[in-house]
């Protein structure tokens, strides 16, 4: 069974930087994707969950929302097992709740969060001045 812990939110004032973490254990293929979604305010549903960037297992592909392009980098730590999401120029409207979750690499435009088998438990992010 495949376990993820995410880290690193907080509160940050509009342009500032916030590098989030999610560490990896269990069995892992090369086959899959890590993929960061994000969950803003009063909406509670999965589906609800916005697709944000993505990595694949092996580094070296990565996927990211027109919304945080040129703003966001996706990177992973082979030798931690653990995938970053280093968030800079950050406005208000990134304010969510950050989970990681792995799916098979499938990138077709976006990911989808009802096609993820695994979930971290969220980390949030509130931008605000």
């Known amino acids: 069974q495949v376990q993820l812990v995410e880290s690193g939110g907080g509160l940050v004032r509009p342009g500032g930087s916030l590098r989030l973490s999610c560490a990896v254990s269990?069995?892992?293929?090369?086959?899959?994707?890590v993929v960061w979604f994000r969950q803003a305010p009063g909406k509670d549903r999965k589906f609800d969950r916005e697709?944000?960037?993505?990595?694949?297992?092996?580094?070296?592909?990565?996927y990211y929302a027109d919304s945080v392009k040129a703003r966001f980098t996706v990177s992973r730590d082979g030798a931690k097992n653990t995938v970053y999401l280093q968030m800079s120029s950050l406005k208000p409207e990134d304010t969510a709740l950050y989970y990681c979750a792995v799916g098979a690499h499938r990138y077709s435009g976006s990911y989808y969060s009802g096609d993820m088998d695994y979930w971290g438990q969220g980390t949030q992010v509130t931008v605000s001045s």
């Open positions: 697709f944000v960037s993505a990595i694949s297992w092996s580094g070296l592909s990565t």
């Open positions: 269990g069995p892992m293929f090369s086959s899959y994707a």
